[in-house]
Nanobody, 124 residues
């Protein structure tokens, strides 16, 4: 059973950058693809970005292609999400998740383990 704990969320200003971390315990993420999702107030959860289990391919939602950078480090059992040029519409709870599915990284339903989330708030 893999446990995921996110951190790094905080209140920032428009244009700032932020790195979210997701530390895994209870198992290794070396065979898991790691995804990031977010849920804004009164909105449904949406896919943001993901990295495959080998760490050499990344996947993005359309809005995330230019500003979000997912990564994973198997040596530290950690996934990260770098967000550049933050905008007020990025305000949300950000969740990391782990999946053994290699084919549908944008599908929340294929993720086996989820963290509790970390809050990002962007002021204008």
């Amino acid at each position: 059973q893999v446990q995921l704990v996110e951190s790094g969320g905080r209140m920032v200003q428009t244009g700032d950058s932020l790195t979210l971390s997701c530390v895994a315990s209870g198992g290794t993420i070396s065979r898991y693809g790691m995804g990031w999702f977010r849920q804004a107030p009164e909105k449904e959860r949406e896919f943001v970005a993901a990295v495959n289990w080998e760490g050499d391919r990344t996947f993005f939602a359309d809005f995330a292609k230019d500003r979000f950078v997912p990564s994973k480090d198997d040596s530290t059992n950690t996934a990260k999400l770098r967000i550049n040029g933050l905008k007020p519409e990025d305000t949300a709870i950000y969740y990391c998740a782990a999946t053994r599915d290699s084919h549908r990284p944008r599908d929340a339903g294929v993720y086996n383990y989820w963290g509790q989330g970390t809050q990002v708030a962007v002021s204008s």
